[in-house]
């Protein structure tokens, strides 16, 4: 039987369960009086937080915001038509489909995925293509590769550093929003977020020697790799200076925001495990 | 969403800036209520809930019609309070006080039918969950504020904060189970740190 967590049963109070595992979870509740006791507790935690009311906005504050906002409104103008742009946009896709169909027709492949070389002068066969595929996969997985030559973030072990230092909870989960943002948007960075990273940048250091002080390696290694990406946003270029670069998408293209993305989530989930245990 | 809104947007994008207060008034109490919640204190609230409207202002010829505005300017809400209680968390005043005394505990005292004792305890506990709250990350304290106390999706929180929905979500889930370590651990006092507020 699925042992139930702590964050099942949170998800139960908060209507985050399917109906089928509604179900379920109320017949396990039924039948086991220690995880009644929990999930009491739980609801009693959310009951400790339901109703707290917020004040009545008075007159007095309505008029103070409305004066401080006024002050800084500008004219608008009305949104633009358009019209023009869809067309552009169409006629953009079009000539990257075709370009990226060209490519699919004209490039020789290999059932591994890479192009193969004078496909057409070699005699292959069916034993020796298989032979061949073996050895490249053996080369290439021939021993399990540490994380980065470090300890990596997956792990059974709780993320002590990040339970026990709310401050770094919170650069990570600042970390997690901003990259999360870097890595949806397109072109160069905000002002804001430029400033963000900076600051992020600065203070991740602090966060890492922390870590290593709780004998935390996992989540070192972690925001380590974290302090390259920012590295390296916080070296990109800006709007102006990105018309003259030759390649003004290679520094974007060079960062491995999805792997720190993903280390960061496990870390969470990590210090989820932890901290119902 | 509703004439008066849409009426008042076509006055703005017109040029009429005093026609912004039409919106301003029709959704501002709700704007505050959450920012309020997501903060902790009134003075943050309004600067929250002032930035949302600025920057809706600022937007508005980009508001597509097809939602309404009173949600749209909500959404932008969250993050602004979000943005806020995460600069207001580098700041070293920031968790050295209570966050709300005035409207938290006074409000007991004055409220309360139960005689001055059992509003003491009443703002005691309210004090304690302030202190249980400020140990959550600003992102966690969004995320609970707006799932358990504002009922928002986990979908809308995720896009709001600008983070995947199980980020959203597990952001709650930890928050939840701070919050129950926090008042549990309470070795020293005797008031009732989880139970129903009236």
């Not at chain 1, 026990?164 to 002002?191: F, K, N, Y």
């Not at chain 1, 520094?251 to 870390?267: A, C, E, K, T, Y």
């Not at chain 2, 966050?99 to 139960?114: D, M, P, Q, V």
């Amino acid at each position: 039987m699925k042992t139930v967590r702590e964050e099942d049963l949170i998800a139960y109070h908060l209507g985050e369960l399917s109906r089928w595992q509604r179900l379920q979870m109320r017949r396990r509740l039924e039948r086991d009086p220690e995880l009644a006791a929990e999930s009491e507790e739980i609801a009693a935690t959310l009951r400790a937080f339901c109703c707290d009311p917020a004040p009545v906005v008075s007159e007095a504050t309505m008029d103070r915001s409305w004066e401080r906002v006024r002050g800084s409104l500008g004219v608008l103008d009305a949104p633009q038509k358009t019209g023009r742009g869809w067309v552009w946009a169409t006629a953009a896709v079009s000539v990257v489909a075709v370009v990226l169909l060209a490519a699919v027709v004209t490039a020789p492949w290999s059932p591994v995925g890479r192009p193969v070389k004078n496909v057409a002068n070699e005699t292959v066969s069916p034993q020796n293509w298989s032979q061949k595929l073996l050895a490249e996969l053996d080369h290439h997985k021939k021993t399990a590769e540490p994380y980065n030559h470090r300890p990596g973030p997956l792990t059974v072990g709780p993320a002590d550093a990040v339970a026990e230092d709310p401050a770094l909870a919170t650069h990570l989960d600042t970390a997690e929003r901003v990259l999360t943002e870097v890595s949806h948007t397109e072109g160069p960075l905000q002002p804001e977020t430029r400033e963000q990273v900076h600051r992020l940048l600065l203070e991740n250091a602090v966060y890492r020697q922390s870590a290593e002080r709780h004998g935390d390696m996992a989540t070192a290694a972690v925001i380590d790799d974290l302090g390259r990406v920012l590295i390296s946003l916080d070296a990109e270029p800006n709007a102006e200076q990105k018309e003259h670069a030759s390649n003004p998408d290679a520094f974007r293209l060079q960062m491995n925001l999805g792997g720190v993305l993903l280390d960061l989530r496990i870390l969470h989930h990590n210090d989820n495990s932890h901290g119902g245990q | 969403m509703g004439d008066v809104d849409q009426q008042a947007i076509r006055q703005v994008l017109g040029g009429d800036r005093d026609a912004y207060r039409v919106l301003m008034e029709r959704h501002f109490a709700t704007i505050f209520r959450v920012a309020f919640r997501i903060t902790g204190n009134e003075q943050d609230a309004e600067e929250a809930a002032q930035e949302a409207f600025l920057r809706a202002y600022n937007k508005l010829p980009e508001f597509r019609h097809n939602a309404g505005f009173g949600t749209w300017v909500y959404r932008i809400a969250m993050n602004c309070a979000l943005n806020l209680v995460e600069r207001r968390s580098r700041e070293a005043s920031w968790n050295a006080a209570p966050l709300e005394t005035k409207f938290g505990i006074e409000r007991f005292a004055s409220k309360s039918k139960h005689g001055p004792e059992q509003a003491l305890l009443d703002g005691e506990a309210v004090h304690l969950r302030e202190r249980a709250m400020r140990q959550l990350t600003p992102m966690e304290r969004t995320a609970f504020v707006l799932r358990h106390m504002e009922d928002q999706p986990i979908g809308e929180i995720a896009a709001a904060l600008g983070v995947p929905a199980n980020s959203a979500k597990q952001a709650v889930f930890r928050a939840v189970g701070k919050l129950r370590r926090a008042l549990r651990v309470e070795p020293r006092t005797s008031v009732p740190l989880v139970k129903e507020m009236r």
